[in-house]
Structures are given as structure tokens and as C-alpha cells.
């Protein structure tokens, strides 16, 4: 059984169209993450949120917005698609949040390979 | 600001190699430290941890100790093999919250 399940595992898409990525997690955990890795591996945080509340929000493009319908879930929504959105999305689910609450791990989803023509 | 800085790749190694892997960090306070391993075409998973100084963390034979007289978070493991070839994230997340800070990622190859 998945614990952080990503869909879709692979996107072909051309300029300008809008896609979906969804996350799910079955471990309990109370905060989800989206992460961009690009093609040299570097990992940037996009989006948490903890309990479906958005904590941290980096300097992504207003095309791209997080839906946490339920702490279990959380989706990733692109508008208006560009060449430079191609790259790896990962989601991860993380049990701890709060002061004092380093030790927690990240468990990640197995990544959604999004390919913008 | 909290950042981790991880010895840039790619290593190439023969099987059998001793290998090492540098990562240093800046952080306020008493982070947790990470390893994270990547095998081709797949997500991150957690390799090794470590949660406060002077704690290894140990994992398939890779270790790692919390130094934080050189905040240092060193991989090492004394004999690689082929199966071993993936891309290795040093990570720290921080004690004052769910935030998590991940180096740049080194590539490693091992040949037979």
C-alpha cells in the first residue's frame, strides 16, 4: 500500500494548456509539501501546508495553486503551462509541525515527470 | 537563514571503494540532519538520520555522524556497490518548524 501516491507519473502537455497533479497520503501525517525538481536534481520547495492551511508559499508564479481539500490530500493546479514548468514534481508528507518539532522525516511520493511542448 | 552546502558531483568509484560524500550546514539552534537517497526514476527516501550532536545515523552500510563542532554531516561507506549508484541529498529541517532545506544533490556511479 502507497504511502504518499502521486497521479499522474508522467504529463505531456503542450504550451498554455492547464493540468492537475494530485497527491494523496495514507500515513496520518498533518503536513504535505510540493517540491520542483529540475533536470540538474536541485529540490525547491513550492508549497506546505499543515492540517489543510498554507504555511509556506516560495516565490512560485500565480499559475501554479495548491488545493488541500483534506489534510490526506493535497493537488497541484497549473495554468496557462510554460516550456520552463517542465521538470519533476514530488509530493511529501511530513508527521511533525511546531516549534521543537525537527526529527521528522519527508517521505515523498515517487515524482510526476511533467513535459511541456 | 538555515542552509545545507553538499560536496558537488558527479563521483564516478569502482566497486569495492570507500566512499565519502561532504555536507556541511548553518543553522540556528539544534537542527535534525538527513541523507536522502534517489535511485533513477524514482522519489526520495530516507537513507539515514541523525537528531542531535554527536548521534550516527546508520543505514545499509552508509553512516553518517552530527557534528556540530564542524557542522558537518559527512556520508560515508566503506565499500559501494554497483546498486549503489543514485543521487544523495544532504538535508536539514529545522527546529522551529517543518521546514526542510536540502542540498544540492550528489550524483554518484559505481562500475564494476
Known amino acids: 500500500d502507497t504511502a504518499v501516491s502521486q497521479t499522474p507519473k508522467y504529463l505531456v502537455t503542450q504550451m498554455g494548456n492547464d493540468k492537475s497533479i494530485k497527491c494523496e497520503q495514507n500515513?496520518?501525517?498533518?503536513?504535505m509539501y510540493w517540491y520542483k525538481q529540475d533536470s540538474k536534481k536541485f529540490l525547491k520547495i513550492m508549497f506546505s501546508?499543515?492540517?489543510?492551511?498554507l504555511i509556506i508559499n516560495e516565490t512560485v508564479p500565480n499559475r501554479f495553486s495548491p488545493k488541500s481539500p483534506d489534510k490526506a490530500h493535497l493537488n497541484l493546479h497549473i495554468n496557462s503551462l510554460e516550456l520552463g514548468d517542465s521538470a519533476v514534481y514530488f509530493c511529501?508528507?511530513?508527521?511533525?509541525w511546531g516549534s521543537g518539532g525537527g526529527g521528522g522525516e519527508l517521505f515523498f511520493g515517487e515524482g510526476s515527470r511533467l513535459t511541456v511542448l | 537563514g538555515d542552509s545545507v552546502t553538499q560536496m558537488e558531483g558527479p563521483v564516478t568509484l569502482s566497486e569495492e571503494a570507500f566512499l565519502t560524500i561532504n555536507c556541511t550546514y548553518t543553522?540556528?539552534?539544534?537542527?535534525?540532519l538527513f541523507w536522502y537517497v534517489q535511485y533513477p526514476g524514482e522519489g526520495l527516501q530516507l537513507l539515514l538520520k541523525?537528531?542531535?550532536?554527536?548521534d550516527k545515523g546508520s543505514n545499509k552500510g552508509f553512516e553518517a555522524t552530527y557534528r556540530k563542532e564542524t557542522t558537518s554531516f559527512h556520508l560515508e561507506k566503506g565499500s559501494v556497490q554497483v546498486s549503489d549508484s543514485a543521487v544523495y541529498f544532504c538535508?536539514?529541517?529545522?527546529?522551529?518548524?517543518?521546514?526542510?532545506?536540502f542540498g544540492t544533490g550528489t550524483s554518484l556511479t559505481v562500475i564494476p
Open positions: 538535508a536539514l529541517s529545522s527546529n522551529t518548524g517543518n521546514q526542510f532545506y
Open positions: 541523525a537528531t542531535k550532536a554527536d
Open positions: 500515513l496520518g501525517h498533518d503536513t
Open positions: 543553522a540556528t539552534g539544534y537542527p535534525s
Open positions: 501546508y499543515n492540517n489543510k492551511e
Open positions: 511529501a508528507s511530513s508527521p511533525l
